[in-house]
Structures are given as structure tokens and as C-alpha cells.
């Protein structure tokens, strides 16, 4: 299926004002209604390494292994959740496999996001991700989060330990509790949403997240106007206007006609 005309997204990465490199990947892939996130672990050896081959790995299963078993189910909800589950775990493997064969890249990990709207009739985003990269939907001018980190701090405001508040400050806020290429087995949280014509999805690593909190970035979208690309401009400028302490990688997926997309 031809998603050009009907969902569309523009994505940005900036190596931001602090790190040396930057160890962010993304992927936009509009005519498969793909779009992938990665962040490689800051301070491991090997996180852009890692963070391409996560997402050159899902861009390859997607659009390659999985493609005829989705158009099969394009109704079949468990069916786009296996797919995304496999297309993760053979990440993990391919990271790993990596790492076992240049030992310098031992260790190197990265997070992941990924929407996914599959063929079919019904208005559905499916959406997968591992580690502290985020999905959002913006809805009537209203953000809401999709995700939630696999992080330490998170882990603590779930069990009550903390504030959400607090969590913004907790010197442990950047440990991350689940990530692609440490373990050997991974468990990604997956999870489909329903659309609607005007919506827009953002995923982004936390190079936006840590330096504008939700508010801050529902108000950035809100100036930047109905166009993806805008929209990832804004965001990233901001996010650098505010510090640029790391990279900063966002996508925007909109419907085509709604954002003026390239037919």
C-alpha cells in the first residue's frame, strides 16, 4: 500500500551544543507508514553503531520479512503486534551479534521507538519502543504521551517512591531499566491506538525530552503550525535554545493533506 497520500512525516536530528557526535538514527519510510527513533547510549562505546544497525534492522524486517504477513493481517491487531515484537528482537540479536564480532563495540546499546501504521481501513497506529524514547499523539491541540520510559525514575514514580516532579531532577533520571542490545532477551511495550484525521504523532529521543517538559513542547508545536517539518524545526531549535545537552532527533507524522504533503 501507497501510504504517501495519506500519512506523512518529516524527521530532524541535531547533534545538539555539548556531545561530540551524534549517536542518533531515525528512519522515514512515508510509503510504508514506518517511522523509527533510536538513541545509542551516551557514554557506551559503540552507540552510533548500535543505534543504526536498530534501526536499519526494523526498516529491513518491516518492509521486507513482515510486508506480505501484514497486508495478510491488516485486520488482525495481534498479528502487526508480533511483527513489531519480532522486528525489535532481531535488532537486539543483530546489535549483540555485532558486539560479539568487534569486541571494541562491546557493551554498546541504544533505545528505540517505532510507529507503525499498517494497511487496511481502520485508522491505527501501532507503536513499540524500548528505553527512554518517546511517542506522543497531539489531538486538538493537546499532547499526550503514548509511552513510558523504561527507566529507572520511572520505575520509582510507578512504585510511588518519587513525584513526577521530582523524577525531572533525581540524579538517577538518565539510567535506563531496559534497552536493546544489553540483554539477550528484550521485551518491548506494544501497543495500538486509534486516529483520527487531524492527529499528529511525535517521536523523539530524550535529547527534546529532558530539555522541555511536556508542556514546553505541546507549546512549541502549538507556534510552529500544521506542517512536520516546521513543527521538527521548532522542537529542535528549542530544544537547543534551552541547552542542547544532548542530541535531539524528532519525526512528525501527519496526514498528507492536512499538512500539505508531497503527492
Not at 510507529?115 to 519502543?129: E, K, N, S, T
Not at 489531538?139 to 504521551?145: C, G, M
Not at 521538527?232 to 532527533?249: I, K, M, S, W
Request: net charge negative; hydrophobic share 40%.
Amino acid at each position: 500500500m501507497d501510504f504517501s497520500k495519506t500519512w506523512y512525516g518529516a524527521g530532524l536530528s541535531d547533534i545538539g551544543l555539548v556531545r561530540p557526535s551524534n549517536q542518533d538514527a531515525l528512519a522515514v519510510l512515508n510509503r510504508r507508514g514506518l517511522w523509527v527513533v533510536a538513541d545509542g547510549m551516551g557514554g557506551h562505546a559503540g552507540g552510533d553503531v548500535a543505534s543504526r544497525i536498530a534501526v536499519e534492522t526494523t526498516v529491513r524486517f518491516i518492509a521486507g520479512d513482515a510486508q506480505d504477513r501484514l497486508a495478510l493481517g491488516k485486520d488482525d491487531p495481534a498479528r502487526i503486534e508480533a511483527a513489531l515484537r519480532e522486528a525489535i528482537a532481531f535488532s537486539n540479536e543483530a546489535i549483540r551479534s555485532e558486539a560479539r564480532r568487534k569486541p571494541r563495540l562491546a557493551g554498546m546499546g541504544t533505545t528505540i521507538v517505532i510507529v507503525l501504521i499498517p494497511p487496511g481501513p481502520a485508522l491505527l497506529a501501532a507503536v513499540a519502543h524500548v528505553g527512554d524514547s518517546r511517542a506522543y499523539l497531539w489531538r486538538r491541540q493537546s499532547l499526550r504521551p503514548l509511552t513510558r520510559d523504561h527507566s529507572a525514575v520511572e520505575e520509582y514514580v510507578r512504585q510511588g517512591l518519587i513525584t513526577r516532579d521530582q523524577a525531572a531532577m533525581h540524579p538517577h533520571r538518565h539510567v535506563l531499566s531496559r534497552a536493546l542490545g544489553i540483554e539477550t532477551q528484550i521485551e518491548p511495550d506494544v501497543s495500538l491506538y486509534p486516529l483520527e484525521a487531524d492527529d499528529f504523532l511525535l517521536l523523539c529521543t530524550d535529547g527534546l525530552s529532558k530539555m522541555l517538559d511536556d508542556r514546553q513542547i505541546a507549546a512549541t508545536i502549538l507556534r510552529a503550525g500544521p506542517s512536520p517539518e516546521a513543527m521538527c524545526r521548532a522542537l529542535v531549535e528549542e530544544a537547543n535554545a534551552r541547552g542542547g545537552e544532548d542530541n535531539t532527533t524528532v519525526i512528525v507524522v501527519g496526514q498528507s493533506q492536512r499538512c500539505g504533503a508531497p503527492a
